[in-house]
């Protein structure tokens, strides 16, 4: 597929288009899915982008909580990973919590079946035609317009509009979460449509041809680098992330299938204000794992409901052998661990053994310290607060000697 004649980059037209999309003011068209029922949830399709000249259908769970009845819910768009559906427990998770929820299907399925086998929607477009696992690898030669990614971004864009019009919503105060490529659709759609309040990627970033990067992988598959190199030039979230400019929340594990060395280069270039929540091997998985997470929700309650924020790691240095990590915030600091590698190769994040160390936290300054551990190649700190919520700095290379 050569450029376009005014060689303007694909994401440039992904931004542009999809814009236009979010500015619009009316809500998709939705039908019934009477064959599909969950107590308190509302099943249904609503219109997705055209394909090849023809409607498609993307499927959806909504749910709103009771009170809503009597004052608009805040309410939060859910992203599923690869492999998934729309969940339907993922939006019990936060209809309990008091907030309106959607969960919609990018897969071009019905939630009838199991992980990476549910049931094909006979109208499902490019959602349904990408070759399982593979997220519109198999699309990169087709219009930009009739690609995965496209309808992907645009599906989450019109459940978005969907909610907003629903007069049981406050469409001032609806978030964005994703997990895993669910969260790389998140980082995109973020900062195409800018009346989102937050976004909490789980897992997923920018930067996924990386050498540590387990897709990098599948794009040497390909077998092909110009086909490569349109993918990350059309579909990485790198290409969007300096456009967002809401608070946003990485939430993820040391040795995840999105590596480190990614994320902190996703957070680098992203100009939000911005926290994260690192744990040490982390499992990755919907459910639990990837949904349970309770900085997302404490997150979520503080740019939503006015709650109490989470606490704010503002500096992170080494003095001689000493890490030293400056925080802020109303909630208080019970515990804090240097989380340290002492494996130095620059490309293996997958595979880095990760330690927790103790470190000392004084309330007055809001300081925690540890000191290195000998050998130490990469490390970062991690603060507790006394209901559970982690605050991680980034990670950053240990001086053998101290800092120059």
């Not at 050569?2 to 500015?23: C, G, T």
């Not at 500096?315 to 600091?333: K, L, N, S």
Request: with cysteine; aromatic share 8%; net charge negative.
């Amino acid at each position: 597929m050569p450029p376009s004649p005014d060689s303007e980059r694909p994401s440039l037209r992904v931004h542009r288009d999809l814009r236009s999309l979010a500015e619009r003011a009316t809500p998709p068209l939705t039908f019934p899915a009477p064959e599909l029922h969950a107590e308190g949830l509302e099943a249904g399709f609503f219109e997705g982008l055209p394909f090849r000249g023809c409607d498609t259908r993307v499927f959806y769970w909504r749910g709103v909580p009771a009170q809503a009845r009597a004052e608009r819910a805040p309410a939060m768009v859910l992203v599923h990973g690869g492999g998934g559906t729309a969940f339907e427990a993922w939006v019990r998770l936060w209809t309990g919590r008091g907030y309106a929820a959607i969960a919609m299907d990018l897969n071009g399925c019905v939630p009838r079946g199991t992980m990476d086998a549910w049931e094909a929607h006979p109208s499902g477009g490019p959602l349904g035609c990408s070759s399982p696992g593979k997220d519109g690898l198999d699309q990169l030669t087709w219009p930009l317009e009739d690609q995965w990614g496209y309808h992907a971004v645009g599906a989450v864009i019109l459940a978005h509009a969907l909610l907003r019009a629903d007069p049981r919503v406050d469409p001032a105060r609806i978030g964005l979460t994703g997990i895993s490529w669910g969260a790389t659709l998140a980082c995109i759609t973020a900062a195409i449509d800018p009346r989102f309040r937050l976004v909490a990627p789980v897992y997923g970033c920018g930067f996924m041809f990386s050498p540590s990067s387990w897709f990098r992988a599948d794009l040497d598959a390909l077998g092909d680098a110009a086909l490569a190199e349109r993918w990350a030039s059309t579909w990485d979230p790198s290409n969007y992330l300096p456009e967002v400019r809401i608070p946003t929340l990485w939430v993820t594990g040391t040795n995840d299938y999105y590596p480190l060395d990614a994320l902190w280069r996703s957070a680098a270039i992203t100009p939000a204000r911005q926290q994260a929540a690192v744990r040490i091997r982390m499992p990755h998985a919907h459910e639990g794992p990837g949904e349970n997470p309770p900085e997302i929700k404490a997150f979520t309650d503080q740019l939503l409901r006015g709650g109490e924020p989470l606490s704010a790691i503002r500096t992170q240095e080494q003095h001689g052998r000493t890490v030293r990590a400056r925080f802020e915030g109303p909630r208080r600091i019970v515990r804090a661990e240097l989380c340290i590698t002492r494996d130095g190769a620059p490309d293996d994040w997958r595979d880095k053994h990760w330690e927790a160390h103790p470190a000392r936290v004084d309330v007055r300054p809001s300081e925690a310290a540890a000191d290195l551990p000998e050998g130490t190649a990469f490390c970062f700190m991690n603060l507790f607060d006394d209901e559970g919520h982690v605050v991680s700095a980034p990670v950053m290379p240990a001086h053998p000697t101290g800092a120059p």
